[in-house]
């Protein structure tokens, strides 16, 4: 097991050096005139001129990268171009946001995704399971922004105007100050962002349960007469939880990229919005934090569903 | 009084291909302390009779008793049979390496058999499953019980899955082959251990198998299955030397025109039938060297046959044709023959043709 947590990690920080030489690349090396791209259309050639110097690409390459390298493992991403607030802190105040939203919505569809498929699987053929695969078809087949508007127009707009003012339509609140606030403003985003996922899980969670429950040690455990609802958890879930996880790494690139249209439609000020604002405004260092905390995200979160998978699976931990 | 008694157990499986009759009409009696062997080939229903017994056939329609000690298994709550299930009588299966749940350790499993009957501590419960461990020969127990399966070999994961299911002490220990997929030394081990396990705590034991080695080494009785019934049914020495049916005496390898081992059982010559569309008559009848005009309308009951207590066999022939010597052959056919008007049909099925007596 620490043999198998040392190499995870190895490759964690070798995937994170890949993607700085990546982005480096991208950002300071590719373009024509770097300079000229992060002053933005109406900088003047001294302008331009004094941010070649600032940026140090009047240096060697390397020497380049490794500054930039070096100030960014000590957090310092440089400043945006709107009111020169520090890189940091404006992603710091955003990444609660996106946080939450993402955490949530993960946990609604794993519980509501896996929940289902189990149900279904232990009724093959039933109404339950019919009930099931078409409402995962029906989310299925709807886009995150599209079940978002929906809900908005539902739950907020026509509650509202019939005079229940229970779901905000946009904004949020701090989990630390409100947190039922917190939860209020978030639960329609949430459900937005997981019914669609969640379909696809039900599906997987009711295809590997069949499968499990037609293995031996499923009838072996059967025959030792413990419950039904023993068998089903504790003996079939917990071999079916393996793809599952698997499947859920996957998808972490993509519930990343649902929360940026969530937060969108929903008015969340996380790092989606953040994101799709500095793009347009052509706000580099900002876009390129954004980039960077999104593949911090994602390779740590990788490497903890691999822990998991290695603690779910011991055949793993062995090799 | 008998440990089990099943009465006219009959399964069938509604599938969109049809009715698959499993297990027909099979009624058997067995006494505390003995050993029954069920042998049959592949699909002959002997894995679905016994798992129906305790109620882990799934989806099926099942009809019957199976009496365990005068109560009705098939009649019971699913929450009372549970408790029945792994505590009275506990069931070994073929594949030991896809039996064992491959995620939790061998220790952990054995574990949880006993306490899902016992109120032990989990403490005593593991010191219960290192001293079972031993008790079937796996080596440094005290070690081997935090082992995950698949650091178990073959053979010791059978020997585990044998001390998960004497962890409760059972009166009967149902083994559905439990060696066909191990290799012949430990096959030879698995039945050793078994056997003197049945000699140290007195369990019932019943053993389906493929293999006539096993069957005659420590069954008190067999029985024969084919196509969901039984064919045939006499103590060991009986059934091994003076066998009444065609289709016992085609496992043993003993059919006119074939040599063969008397160990394994032999492939008989033809496929055995589909349990949707099952033969009428006798459903041997297609592979029967031996059939007659009325093995072909007829289906054959249970009746006894030679002259043992309790040999019985399905079969038209005249129930004093037992044994295998040559003249029992001879007069079986001339036996098939007189009955034979219709012959042209019968003799073109090959089988026939080539069991000509060695006048
Ligand atoms: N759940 C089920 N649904 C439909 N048919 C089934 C089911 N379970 C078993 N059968 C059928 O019942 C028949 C008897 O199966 P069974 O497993 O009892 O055979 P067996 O004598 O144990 O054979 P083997 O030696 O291969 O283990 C087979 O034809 C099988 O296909
Ligand atoms: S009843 Fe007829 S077909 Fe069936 S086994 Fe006997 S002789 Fe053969
Ligand atoms: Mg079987």
Redesign the interface.
């Known amino acids: 097991m620490g043999a198998f947590l040392v190499r995870r990690v190895l490759f964690g920080l070798l995937v994170l050096w890949i993607i700085s030489v990546v982005v480096f690349v991208m950002f300071f090396v590719a373009p024509h005139d770097p300079a000229r791209l992060l002053a933005g259309r109406q900088a003047t050639a001294s302008e331009i001129l004094a941010i070649r110097h600032n940026l140090g690409l009047d240096r060697p390459i390397l020497e380049q990268y490794g500054s930039w390298v070096w100030k960014l493992v000590h957090g310092d991403l440089g400043f945006s171009y709107r009111g020169s607030v520090p890189v940091r802190d404006l992603l710091g105040s955003r990444i609660p946001v996106t946080a939450s939203l993402a955490f949530g919505a993960a946990v609604i569809w794993l519980v509501i995704g896996v929940g289902a498929g189990v149900l279904a699987a232990i009724k093959p053929r039933t109404i339950a399971d019919r009930l099931v695969t078409f409402f995962a078809l029906f989310f299925y087949s709807m886009p995150t922004f599209l079940l978002g508007l929906f809900f908005l127009f539902f739950f907020f707009f026509k509650l509202y105007t019939a005079g229940f003012h229970l779901f905000p339509g946009s904004g949020y609140v701090n989990l630390k100050d409100d947190p039922l606030g917190w939860a209020d403003h978030l639960i329609l985003p949430w459900f937005a962002l997981a019914l669609v996922t969640a379909a696809v899980y039900s599906r997987l969670t009711r295809g590997t349960m069949l499968d499990v429950l037609g ?3 499923i ?9 039904e609802g023993r068998v089903i958890v504790r ?1 079939a879930l ?2 079916a939880l393996t793809p599952v996880v698997t499947q859920f790494g996957i998808d972490l690139g993509a519930l990343l990229g649902g929360a940026i249209v969530t937060e969108n439609v929903f008015g969340l000020p996380g790092l989606g919005q953040l994101a799709v604002q500095s793009i347009s405004d052509q706000n580099l260092p900002v876009i390129i934090g954004i980039v960077i905390v999104a593949s911090l995200f994602i390779v740590v979160a990788n490497m903890c569903v691999d822990l998991l998978y290695a603690v ?4 793993v931990r062995l090799t | 009084m008998n440990r089990l008694e099943v009465k006219d157990l009959t399964v069938t499986f509604p599938t969109a291909d049809g009715l698959v009759q499993a297990v027909r009409g099979v009624s058997f009696e067995l006494e505390a302390g003995k050993t029954l062997g069920i042998v049959g080939e592949s699909g002959s229903g002997k894995s679905v009779t016994m ?1 129906t017994i ?1 109620g ?1 056939t799934r989806g099926a329609r099942v009809s019957g008793q199976a009496l365990f000690e005068g109560q009705d298994l098939l009649a019971m709550k699913s929450d009372d049979l ?6 009275e009588i ?2 070994i ?1 073929q ?1 030991p390496l ?6 939790y350790r061998v220790g952990w499993q054995i574990v ?2 006993i306490r ?2 016992q109120e032990v501590s989990a403490r005593a419960a593991r010191l219960r499953a290192v001293e079972l461990l031993r008790l079937v020969g796996i080596p440094q127990p005290e070690r081997r019980v935090d082992d ?1 399966p ?1 650091q178990f070999s073959g053979g010791m994961r059978q020997r585990a ?1 044998i001390a ?1 299911a004497l962890a409760n002490n059972p009166k009967l220990l149902i083994a559905d082959e439990p060696t066909t997929a191990l290799d012949v030394t430990v096959q030879a081990q698995i039945i050793d251990l078994m056997q003197s396990l049945q000699k140290e705590l007195g369990t019932t034991i019943i053993m389906v198998t493929h293999d006539l080695g096993v069957v005659a080494d420590i069954a008190d009785k067999v029985i024969v299955m084919y196509a969901g019934r039984a064919v045939e049914e006499a103590d060991r020495r009986t059934l091994f030397y003076r066998a009444h049916h065609p289709y016992t005496r085609g496992l043993m390898g003993s059919l006119p025109g074939k040599g063969g081992t008397r160990e394994r059982l032999n492939p008989i010559a033809g496929q055995p039938p589909s349990l949707i569309r099952i033969p009428s008559g006798c459903p041997f009848h297609p592979r029967c060297p031996f059939v007659m005009d009325r093995c072909l309308r007829e289906e054959p009951p249970l009746l006894d046959v030679g002259t043992e207590e309790g040999h019985q066999s399905a079969c038209w022939l005249p129930p004093d044709l037992v044994g295998f010597d040559r003249q029992v052959d001879a007069r079986r056919w001339t036996a098939a023959e007189a009955d034979r008007t219709g012959r042209a049909r019968v003799l073109a099925k090959g089988r026939a043709l080539t069991a000509e007596p060695a006048s």
């Open positions: 293995e031996d040690y009838r072996t455990a059967r025959s030792k007469g413990i419950s003996h917990r071999s779910l699976d011991p055949r | 798992q305790i882990l549970r408790h029945v299930r792994g505590a506990s069931m299966f594949d896809s039996s064992l749940h491959p995620y949880e058999m899902a009957h995950f698949h899955m998960m």
